[in-house]
């Protein structure tokens, strides 16, 4: 069983930054999946940038530039550090972990709340 627990979130303003921290209890093993999905009031929720064991990231085109996913094996910790924020990146910030070697696995933690100020 993995558990995840987010935070880091908060107000900010525009251009602003935050660095979002999602920490894992539990073995997530050599081939898995991390991610942080948002999904904003009256929206579907969407990948905002995941990465691999192997360091294969990937990124929605509206974060390209501005947020980096990154990992600390050590500490068993995933980041978000995003930059120049804007409104519309305000949402619920949601880390996810997939483990891809059977059996399949996918762990969601709580959320964590963003929001960018005008």
């Known amino acids: 069983q993995v558990q995840l627990v987010e935070s880091g979130g908060g107000l900010v303003q525009a251009g602003g930054s935050l660095r979002l921290s999602c920490a894992a209890s539990?073995?997530?093993?050599?081939?898995?999946?991390m991610a942080w999905h948002r999904q904003a009031p009256g929206s579907q929720r969407e990948l905002v940038a995941s990465l691999t064991n192997g360091g294969r990231t990937n990124y929605a085109d509206s974060v390209k530039g501005r947020f980096t996913i990154t990992r600390d094996n050590a500490k068993n910790t995933l980041y978000l550090q995003m930059n120049n924020l804007k409104p519309e990146d305000t949402a619920l910030y949601y880390c996810?972990?997939?483990?891809?070697?059977?059996?399949?696995?996918?762990?969601w933690g709580q959320g964590t709340q963003v929001t960018v100020s005008s």
């Open positions: 539990g073995s997530i093993g050599s081939n898995s999946v």
């Open positions: 996810n972990v997939l483990i891809v070697a059977p059996p399949i696995r996918d762990y």
